[in-house]
């Protein structure tokens, strides 16, 4: 094979893997999204505090690696439960600004204590994977990517299945639509809230512990969730489809960019060429390519 062709088809290669991560984070931005018609800002933060979790139960207490996994997931699931009671759960029915505007300043908070509970040392989660690269034909693979692309495909076809099969999914639409209808047609609120902020923890978990394992796990793991909302706006809000597509565009937009331009500038051109792309697509297409478009009559 050629060497640019393989120079090229390497960046390609690693920039889906990497984007299909990416879409692990970014699928919890949808799951509240199509529960709560909401953003949540606090994503990355989430993802923060699961692998702060995990990594503070395995090195601290020497756990195995299933049980700290298991303890992270109980902890978030209590913790997005009481998160969504306590806070989330009066503004049910409000305008949807004034839910951005408390995820936003949850986020922010928690930047600030994960640190001061936990410490600010970088600590590592170890996955039961080999670090060296796996070379196969022109393919040059990251084993912690080809996990975390695994998981992602896997988990984002469960959720696609729940929100287009399941009573349940269903029931979580149409509490996005409408939070007044809904009450009105019999369906607790309360609880489809509920159930979608403790399945974006499971998702935070996972995303989480992924990362935490590629990068580390310190307070620079929130920024996943400004790393990932172009994937989310490019894919559209509502769409599991879209969240796959926009990961990967995402991924492999990163990787040319590190690959060709990086090189003549100096660095710097694969943190920002995803929002330049992001921009563009919302000035064609405002609600993402695979969004819903949203028809109001006046």
């Given at each position: 094979m050629d060497g640019d062709f393989q120079f090229l088809f390497e960046l390609v290669t690693n920039g889906i893997l990497t984007g299909l991560m990416y879409s692990l984070v970014a699928v919890g931005?949808?799951?509240?999204?199509?529960?709560?018609?909401?953003?949540?800002?606090?994503?990355?933060?989430?993802?923060?505090i699961a692998a702060i979790v995990v990594a503070g139960l395995l090195q601290l207490y020497d756990l195995p690696l299933i049980v700290a996994l298991a303890g992270g997931l109980a902890f978030m699931l209590i913790f997005n439960w009481g998160l969504e009671?306590?806070?989330?759960?009066?503004?049910?029915?409000?305008?949807?600004?004034?839910?951005i505007m408390a995820t936003i300043g949850l986020a922010l908070m928690f930047r600030g204590l994960g640190p001061l509970v936990f410490g600010a040392e970088t600590q590592p989660i170890n996955l039961p994977i080999p670090d060296d690269p796996v070379i196969w034909g022109p393919f040059f693979l990251i084993p912690i990517d080809m996990l975390g692309a695994g998981i992602s495909l896997a988990f984002l076809a469960a959720f696609g299945w729940f929100f287009m099969k399941s009573r349940k999914g269903v029931a979580m639409r149409a509490v996005?639509?409408?939070?007044?209808?809904?009450?009105?047609?019999?369906?607790?609120?309360?609880?489809?809230?509920?159930?979608?902020?403790?399945?974006?923890?499971?998702?935070?978990l996972l995303g989480g512990v992924v990362w935490g394992n590629?990068?580390?796990?310190?307070?620079?793991?929130?920024?996943?969730?400004?790393?990932?909302?172009?994937?989310?706006?490019?894919?559209?809000?509502?769409?599991?489809?879209?969240?796959?597509?926009g990961g990967i565009i995402v991924g492999v937009v990163e990787a040319l960019a590190a690959?060709?331009?990086?090189?003549?500038?100096?660095?710097?051109?694969?943190?920002?060429?995803?929002?330049?792309?992001?921009?563009?697509?919302?000035?064609?297409?405002?609600y993402g390519i695979f969004g819903k478009p949203i028809i109001e009559r006046i």
């Open positions: 931005f949808v799951l509240i999204y199509k529960s709560t018609d909401a953003i949540n800002f606090a994503q990355g933060e989430f993802c923060m009671r306590v806070v989330l759960r009066p503004m049910i029915g409000r305008p949807i600004v004034a839910i996005a639509d409408s939070h007044q209808v809904s009450m009105a047609m019999g369906i607790n609120v309360e609880r489809y809230f509920a159930l979608a902020w403790m399945l974006a923890g499971v998702v935070a590629a990068i580390g796990v310190d307070t620079q793991l929130a920024q996943l969730g400004l790393k990932v909302f172009p994937v989310v706006i490019l894919g559209g809000l509502d769409s599991i489809i879209g969240v796959i597509v690959g060709y331009l990086d090189p003549i500038v100096g660095g710097g051109t694969k943190d920002f060429t995803p929002y330049v792309l992001m921009i563009i697509v919302l000035m064609i297409r405002p």
